[in-house]
């Protein structure tokens, strides 16, 4: 039978977690059905609830960056001015109102699924992951904190602090996820796109796919190869930019849909937004 | 005016909304054990031997050594044990019933049981089940049944064919997801055994429960539970758990409830027949149909069940709205070792539904000519000779109801400017439902009483044992009655159904319950009205009369009029073709019924609504595949239902056309408003990407393999 | 372990000795009498089990108790004794939103939710606010006009 554990402070969170082997729970809405048991959940070890503490919640602005605090339910993501749109939209996206208002970033972020909707913007974004224990704070950049399927760098005493998202200005931005059905729905893939161009040049580029890999699929050598381009130089290489991401898309087949039909799509969704942004005569 | 159809509320609309209503988990029986299923790991072996653990004390093992009388299930046949004798036949059979407590410890002794099994190569396939792989599991063929009908010469009109076109249509799997799982409660009072239960049939229950007990008819009780929706799903089903309950509720003489988690029931419990329809047409030189000959197979899993009767439903409506010359139909169910297949809405019609309407859309693309004109060469009308050689007695108002689709829809323009170059199709289905149980199955078979009960207060009870499960039987009984007895409807009581108290007037499938028992209701109430005498008590009692002009039915040689009167359909779906990721967006619904008179216009309204998405469902979201006998999409989350944004806003329409000998001229609706929204889909998809299909569900996966 | 467990129900104060682990769904149904509160999956699939919680609406299913402290909490027992409850309760039954009634609840829940923050919710709005919410009988589009018409009655 497992004990739970409601810490006061985060402070006292902290000590919890350097003491204990402890399971940290948020919403809960990937945990309890992870962990259903036969008459109610069945954890495999001891739980800690965070979810009210004030301090993991926030949403503000910090300079040029955007603090997420990891207990910040997905509606109140959604519904804050100051969240970048391509992550709004993909969280808005996310299973259903009622499981909005309960999950949060990040429970989403350490569940590590590689459908997780909410990751890929924030690789895009260039997102950093805020770990925090009794010994200090790390941060890490999304390559260096998910490490696979449910896996990531956060250690046991750890836990994830805030999101640290910075606010570029982007002037073309994509986020399309195709799910099972049109709401309440797992993702088969999705694309999160986002550009700067100025006086017709890639200033900047970056393109994440989902849930087509045992991590998301980010590759800044294929998008170093656009960056500086201009607009119009794009459409000649397309179909070689198309060709670099088909070798690194690897997705699988499982009971919501197939390999085959998840590169495709990722292969025309990433045309589709080459194609539309990318190869008018300016 | 307000007449018959002026829709009303519905009597238990409040209660349910404000959460009044007790569901069979909501119910209080006072003391009581859980009972969870032991299950097959295997689809097919033999049981070498069962390894028991010790018990706690208060805990049980029921097992086959339990059963008092008879180790079957009585439905149509009797082939599905209660528990496992020697042989598993699919993943899921059950073996023993695990009996105490507490869940967590029923849990654990059900990972103790051992069983040893002697592993038999088994048939997950039509084909492999024909080829009798691992040796026959059925009869001689592994055929449930195998009917042929015959109409007219079609030998003769193939051999003088200018054209012959074949194609072969598939359809999946579909499970119910009733939004109340299976459950069931048995309790010993008065020296018996007494069920309350999510039910569509307790009259069925007792039928299958006496003989597993060894008890005559009034030796159980089973007692309806308001249903959280069934479908079909639990028409026989509840058999299967019931019998096992029994079995245990006698030998410990305690309370007990078998409750099934969703994931327990999404895998377990029986689902609509897949189905294998190819179909074969003889066109003359002009491209005129001479002749069809269909050919149906259809999975009926693992067990009998009602296997042969959805096969004669899927060959009896072979050729849909259309009276062709000379039809051969011939139907298989075989046997498998899949879940077993058996009752869901529309029980074989849906399944004929998609392979003609799609053969005849595919008909009219070779010939060139429009699917709709083409298709109104063929409507049947009046008179029209079916393919058992009976009759269509009543006006087939197609034509009507085609014009009204067509103008709610706005169908002519579309066809004309939708197709591949712009993603976008329209798609038209027609199709009817036969109503009520086939042949003289309702006489021989069934032969329903009811009674009406005049009280001193003059309010006035029903005695149906047709229960409500959410397609507002318990507001149209009561409407019935209330107009034929010109009382207020707040008057009628509309009585549980008890096997104690209310007659056998039948199950409620079939689309028989308007169309039969509602015609009894208002019957009785007639002649209640004649013999009304303010404060006395009076007792009318009905029986089911045959239909007097009817073409009688040979149930030997399949021939004569199957069913004494249909309900007609046009659905009409409008889509939207994504190319990025061969989505389908379903964009508009257009729905015009004919059935007969519709008792209540909101009732039958929701019926089409509800029953036009569980078909759109079917065709292109419910995915549900089996892999070695083990179904993969096990959870709400992988097995996917629509959701209030994945279908359009449906407008609908009626055509009336009063049937002489039913309640207000009306006929059935429950299941005809399955059949027609899957084709009409496809026929929208095929348009919007220029390309052809053959089976549902049309995942965007499939479609975009087609594409290539 | 069992723990003192402080929330309010439909408005009156409750407090509790149970195991914090155990899901608000439970604790609902079997010891506090809120059977309108229906299990129809366990995994949030399916919105049967909708609540309130501090005037948002979550998956009863999925949440331990033990997070529930201080919070509000309103279920169909005490929705339906409002003015707006029985509003929708009405709309419901003169719309033909109530087949057979298992989802119903939940609907009630979400309409309420929805109600809560706009006063003239588009259908497109409600068809969002109730994606989370699975019927398998009317097809969705009554239950949308009973909402919308809920919403009307409710501006005078």
Known sequence: MSVSYRPESLDE??????????????????????????????????????????????????????????????????????????????????????LRNRGTM?????????????????????????????????????????????????????????????????????????????????????????????NG?????????????????????????????????????????????????????????????????????????????????? | MNTISTPVRRLDAVEKTAGFTKYIADMDFGDFLYGKLFRSTRARARICTVKKPSLPDGYYIIDKNDVPGENA???????????????????????????????????????????????????????????????????????????????????????????????????????????????????????????????QCPFYVRHSV???????????????????????????????????????????????????????DIVNTVKRHPSRIKIRTALDIDGNITAMDVDSIIDGGAYESCSCIVLQRVVFHATGVYDIPNVKCRGRAVVTNNVPSDAFRGFGAPQASFAIESHMNHLAEKTGVGSLDFKARYFQKKGSVTNTNGEIHEEVKLKEMVAKAKAMSDYDRKVKEYGKS????????????????????????????????????????????????????LTTFSKIAAHTLEIPIENIIFMQQDTELVPDSGPTV????????????????????????????????????????????????????????????????????????????????????????PIDRLVVEGQIEGGLVQGLGWAYLEKMEIREGRIQQRTMADYVIPTSLDVPVMENDFVLNPYEESAFGAKGAGEIVHNGGAPAFLEAVQMSTGTQFNSIPLTPEKIMESLK | MKQKINFTLNGKSVSVETDPLKRLIDLLRDDLSMISVKEGCGEGECGACSVLLNNEI???????????????????????????????????????????????????VGAEWILRKYDKPTPDEIRVALSGNLCRCTGYDMIINAVETAAKRGLK
């Open chain 1, 13 to 98: 969170l902290l000590s919890l977690m350097s003491e204990k082997d402890l399971i940290p729970f948020a919403g809960g809405t990937d945990l309890m059905v992870q962990n259903a048991g036969v008459d109610g959940p069945d954890f495999s070890k001891d739980v800690v609830f965070l979810a009210h503490l004030k301090e993991l919640k926030e949403i503000k602005r910090e300079g040029n960056n955007l603090i997420i605090g990891s207990a910040a339910t997905l509606s109140d993501i959604e519904n804050h001015d100051d969240v970048p749109e391509l992550l709004k939209k993909a969280v808005s996206e996310i299973a259903a109102p009622a």
């Open chain 1, 106 to 198: 990040g429970g989403n972020i350490c569940n590590a699924s590689p459908a997780g909707d909410s990751i890929p913007p924030l690789y895009v974004l260039d997102a950093s992951f805020r770990l925090l224990s009794c010994k200090g704070e790390r941060v890490l950049k999304a390559e260096g904190f998910f490490k696979g399927p449910g896996k990531t760098d956060r250690q046991k005493d750890e836990i994830l602090k805030d999101v640290i998202v910075p606010l570029k200005e982007w002037n073309i931005r994509k986020y399309r996820k195709v799910g099972t059905r049109a709401a309440n729905a797992l993702t088969k893939c999705s694309i999160t796109a986002a550009a700067k161009t100025k």
């Open chain 1, 201 to 282: 040049i890639i200033d900047d580029l970056s393109i994440a796919f989902g849930a087509v890999g045992p991590v998301i699929i980010r590759d800044k050598n294929i998008e170093n190869k656009l960056i500086g381009l201009s607009v119009h130089d794009v459409k000649g290489k397309i179909d070689s930019i198309i060709s670099d991401y088909s070798t690194v898309i690897v997705p699988i087949d499982d009971q919501r849909s197939t390999a085959v039909y998840r590169k495709k799509v990722c292969l025309n969704l990433l045309r589709e937004f080459l194609k539309e942004h990318f190869s008018r005569e300016m």
């Open chain 2, 73 to 199: 299930i009585h439905m149509i046949n009797s082939d599905w044990p209660v528990f496992a004798d020697e042989f598993v036949r699919f993943i899921g059979d059950s073996i023993a019933l695990v009996v105490g407590p507490d869940k967590k410890i029923i849990s654990k002794i059900l990972s103790e049981i051992e069983v040893e099994y002697e592993d038999i190569p088994a048939v997950y396939t039509i084909d492999d089940s024909l080829a009798l792989k691992g040796g026959v599991l059925h009869g001689k063929d592994n055929c449930y049944g195998d009917y042929t009908t015959v109409k007219g010469d079609p030998e003769s009109a193939f051999s003088e064919a200018a054209q012959i076109y074949e194609n072969t249509y598939e359809t999946g799997l579909q499970e119910h997801i009733y939004m109340e799982t299976q459950g069931v409660v048995g309790l010993w009072q008065d020296g018996k055994v007494n069920i309350h239960g999510s039910l």
């Open chain 2, 210 to 264: 006496t003989p597993v007990l060894g008890v005559e008819e009034d030796g159980v009780r089973i007692i309806q539970a308001p249903t959280g929706g069934a479908f079909g799903g639990k028409e026989h089903y509840p058999d299967i758990l019931t019998t096992a309950l029994a079995v245990a509720v006698n030998k410990l003489k305690k309370n007990i409830k078998i409750f099934y988690e969703r994931e327990e």
């Open chain 2, 422 to 473: 712009s993603s976008k199709g329209i798609g038209f289905s027609l199709f009817n439902h036969g109503g009520a149980f086939t042949g003289n199955g309702e006489k021989e078979i069934i032969n329903a009483r009811i009674k009406v009960r005049k009280l001193k207060d003059n309010r006035v009870e029903i005695y149906v044992s047709n229960v409500e499960m959410g397609q507002g039987l």
């Open chain 2, 510 to 597: 079939a689309s028989r319950s308007i169309l039969i028992v509602g015609t009894l209701v208002g019957k009785a109430s007639a002649k209640l009205k004649k013999q009304w005498v303010d404060g006395e008590e009076i007792t009318v009692w009905q029986e089911y009369e045959a239909p007097k002009d009817v073409i009688p039915w040979n149930q030997e040689t399949l021939q004569g009029d199957a069913y004494p009167a249909y309900s007609w359909g046009v659905n009409v779906v409008e889509v939207e073709f994504d190319k990025i990721t061969c989505e389908i967006k379903i964009i508009g619904a257009w729905n015009v019924y004919d059935v007969g008179v």
């Open chain 3, 58 to 108: 979550v998956n009863s299913c999925l949440i331990p108790v033990g997070t529930i402290i201080g919070a509000s909490i309103e279920t169909v027992e005490g929705i339906r004794e409002s003015e707006s409850g029985k509003r929708i309760i009405d709309a419901f039954a003169v719309e033909g939103a109530v087949q057979c009634g298992y989802c119903t609840p939940g609907m009630m």
